[in-house]
């Protein structure tokens, strides 16, 4: 049967199209400068989402034009002619040439995750100017450079991860504490994404039913792709995706029946359950709950944004957040604590610049490029479309009332129990709702209360079912969507759960072999529940922690997790600048050098001010002085009621602040051994051996794709 | 109506690459070419074989 293989419609473009191109990108220039235009000079009235689309897209396209292309020829001199991974060491499976537009869908959907969605809406505190210029700039010159050069260096070294890049190019102990970072890191990031899942189905009967569901649905796909129909997997997805959509409107039937009460769970429960669903994960089969699951979130991706860009473009929402809020100066808000600089770029995270992504574009896909020149479209532009995804996030989160958004997402020791009490508090807050509005609010969603719901995905909800029903269904349909909305977040969630479980198994059963031989070997069922108990043991414990946290587990533990993805980022920026030096190419370091002067710049700012800030409200020692002070004089702290509580915030905030610096030393001492390396590099008179993959000629010839050398120059 | 068709056969291809079903008739044209003797497994085994191996590698998906 034949496969693959749709044909290219690549043509060369002649020689007088070079006018025409001039005057596409003046235009496409224009309509960016003018979207970003609008945004910068409305004062004070609400403007429309699509200024923020148009100046995201516009800026977008003239950097993947010009700036990666840019990339591609000067400083990675990537080379057509020389064979890739996937063409050398074919094998069918693992290396093969794949269509860039499939491997682009591919590196898409594995590096997309919550992390994107939630982000930003916390960000929205600040407003949506700052977080909308770090979204497109930092992505522009920070995450989208970070993935696709650490997709390329990969790719000439036969799909090398990262941390086997560090330890070849920087040394052991480099390599190491770099491996050593990224299992913690994972650690952090695994409990808040799950604390998001919790903190989004506590006491909603309806969500956690359509969640629930996921998992017999995940399964029945499991067993059907095994014995009724092996490899069907786009039929098998379809029923998947069917039965999600009847279990989304399952539980609102649930909700209204005698049933309801089996659904509405306490958070502690659903901490006990996500944990014992993250250790069966690890050690089932993946064919039975894993596989499956990634097909179900593949698809629940793709279309889930596609329909969030489209609904954004149709219903044109205006925003009714302010442009730049008080908290982006004095630091005060609720949501998270500290100002702009360095703050807003530690909460925004995945969307601008991830660590995390230099993970995936040093796995699988280096081994399945099929031209060297792909990594521009498949590194950068994948990381492009994420970004634009967190975009989407922001305007979601920027549509609601300012009111609503702190009434969701301010920690519930200030809000307090009722609706009249929250009301009181947004209004100290300097903004406005009315009680009535807010039952209003959590009853068009058919919720119990939308108050204090924080974690970003019940904000991103309402966002995302307010956008919807603009455009499909009306008011009638907005309690659809907004389980619609929580049931894609969750599914997200619970996908990067049990597959970053497993990842955190291997990196455990890897480190711990060196030391006991039989733990390292991954078909040892022992080796295997044991390490796998450890992971969700560790990451249960900061869930827990965090949603027992009287002051706010997000509000807590979200700055720990943005500061351990960009360190992260950190990370992989420091070891590709290296090995760029490495390779007599100082004079174009500053391409990933300067995204890294920021990013260290951010996060040591940021993890300085958590560690030694004298203000209880950032830093984690001074706040657990104040309140051990407390205990001592026999009293009662804001956001304790009880001396329990007062003990669990002095327990957390130590632990918060250990961690913290932990996780500084260990990228201080990447950084260290990067910077000798680099000036051993630079100190050397012939160049360091090189660790590339010996050129071998390519003997894939694409049909003529479209030629860049047509079109305006990049300008250098 | 052709021109429906044929935005369908798009979609359907990409969805049939993008979730790796069209592994299985890879690995058979690459089989026949290199070994053309040797019988070829079958959907079931190959898939088997496939899952075991994914067993032993840890999935690339992110935050």
């Known amino acids: 049967m034949p496969t693959s293989a749709l044909p290219e419609s690549g043509h060369r473009a002649p020689e007088k199209s070079r006018m025409r191109s ?30 923020l689309v148009m100046a995201a897209l516009g800026s977008y396209a003239i950097a993947y034009r010009f700036y990666s292309r840019f990339i591609a020829r000067r400083v990675l001199e990537v080379d057509d002619t020389r064979a890739t991974p996937a063409e050398r060491l074919e094998d069918g499976v693992d290396y093969h040439p794949t269509d860039r537009r499939v491997l682009f869908g591919h590196h898409f959907a594995a590096i997309a995750g919550a992390g994107p969605l939630v982000g930003p809406v916390l960000a929205a505190q600040m407003g949506y100017l700052p977080g909308t210029i770090w979204i497109v700039a930092g992505v522009i010159f920070g995450g989208a450079v970070q993935d696709m050069i650490v997709l390329f260096l990969s790719m000439r070294r036969d799909g090398k991860s990262l941390g086997q890049m560090a330890r070849d190019e920087i040394g052991k102990v480099g390599g190491a504490a770099a491996l050593i970072g990224v299992f913690a890191i994972m650690i952090i990031l695994l409990a808040v994404l799950a604390m998001v899942v919790v903190n989004a189905l506590a006491e909603s009967a309806w969500g956690t039913f359509s969640v629930t569901m996921t998992i017999p649905i995940a399964l029945f796909m499991g067993f059907y792709l095994r014995y009724l129909r092996p490899g069907r997997v786009v039929e098998t997805s379809v029923i998947g995706v069917g039965l999600l959509l009847l279990a989304i409107l399952g539980g609102g039937w649930i909700q209204d029946s005698s049933l309801a009460e089996y659904f509405v769970w306490s958070p502690e429960t659903l901490v006990f359950c996500l944990v014992g669903y993250g250790f069966v994960a690890s050690v089932l089969p993946v064919w039975m709950l894993l596989a499956p699951r990634d097909y179900l979130s593949t698809f629940m991706k793709v279309g889930t944004i596609a329909l969030m860009a489209l609904g954004v473009v149709i219903a044109a929402p205006a925003l009714k957040a302010e442009s730049v809020t008080d908290f982006a100066s004095n630091g005060a ?6 100002s702009l600089f360095p703050f807003l770029f530690i909460t925004i995270a995945c969307g601008a610049l991830s660590g995390f992504h230099a993970l995936v574009s040093s796995g699988t896909t280096p081994k399945l490029i099929q031209k060297e020149s792909q990594v521009r479209m498949i590194g950068y532009g994948s990381m492009l479309t994420e970004s634009f995804v967190a975009v989407m996030a922001l305007i979601a989160a920027c549509v609601l009332e300012p009111g609503l958004f702190y009434a969701m997402n301010s920690p519930a020791a200030l809000l307090g129990p009722t609706v ?9 807050l300097g903004f406005t709702i009315t009680p009535d509005q807010l039952t209003a609010a959590a009853k068009a969603v058919e919720e119990q209360t939308l108050v204090g719901r924080s974690g970003g995905a019940p904000t991103l909800a309402v966002g995302m079912s307010e956008i919807f029903s603009g455009v499909f269904g009306g008011a009638a349909l907005k309690a659809f969507w907004y389980h619609f909305a929580i049931m894609f977040e969750a599914l997200f969630i619970l996908t990067t759960v049990d597959a970053g479980t497993r990842v955190g198994r291997f990196m455990l059963q890897d480190m711990l072999g060196n030391v006991w031989k039989p ?96 203000n209880p409200k950032i830093g984690f020692f001074a706040q657990r002085e104040a309140y051990a002070d407390a205990i001592d004089a026999g009293k009662l702290l804001p956001g304790a009621t ?75 | 109506m052709s021109a429906v068709r044929k935005v369908l056969d798009t979609m359907l291809w ?7 079903e069209t592994e ?38 992110c935050c």
């Open chain 2, 14 to 20: 990409y969805a049939r690459e993008l979730v790796g």
């Open chain 1, 519 to 614: 733990i390292g070997r991954v078909t040892w069922k022992p080796g295997i529940w044991i390490t796998s108990g450890l992971v969700v043991g560790a990451w249960g414990y900061f869930l827990y922690a965090g949603v027992t946290d009287p002051l706010g587990g997000i509000k807590q533990l979200f700055p720990l997790f943005g500061i351990a993805n960009q360190l992260l980022a950190a990370v992989a920026l420091a070891v590709t600048t290296t090995m760029l030096i490495k390779a007599g190419k100082l004079r174009w370091a500053w391409v990933t050098g300067v995204p890294l002067v920021w990013d260290v710049a951010v996060t040591f700012t940021a993890g300085w001010q958590k560690i030694f800030s004298g």
């Open chain 1, 642 to 716: 009880n001396m329990d509580d007062m003990h669990t915030i002095v327990l957390n905030n130590t632990v918060d602040g250990v961690i913290m610096a932990i996780f500084l030393l260990l990228v201080l001492i990447v950084l260290v051994n990067c910077a000798a390396v680099c000036v051993r590099a630079l100190r050397s008179t012939e160049p360091l051996p090189t660790t590339e993959a010996p050129y071998v000629e390519s003997r894939i010839d694409l049909p003529a794709q479209r030629s860049d050398d047509t079109l305006v120059g990049t300008g250098s």
């Open chain 1, 420 to 428: 009249e009490t929250a009301s009181a508090a947004v209004k100290g």
């Open chain 1, 333 to 338: 808000g609720p949501v998270f604590a500290g």
């Open chain 2, 24 to 61: 299985y008739d890879r690995y058979c044209e690459r089989h026949r070419r290199h070994h053309p003797k040797a019988p070829v497994p079958t959907r079931r085994e190959f898939h088997r074989i496939r899952t075991l191996q994914r067993e032993c590698e840890a999935p690339g998906r």
């Open chain 1, 22 to 51: 001039f005057a596409l990108w003046a235009a496409v220039a224009l309509l960016g400068a003018t979207g970003w235009g609008v945004i910068a000079l409305a004062r004070g009235e609400e403007i429309s989402a699509v200024w």
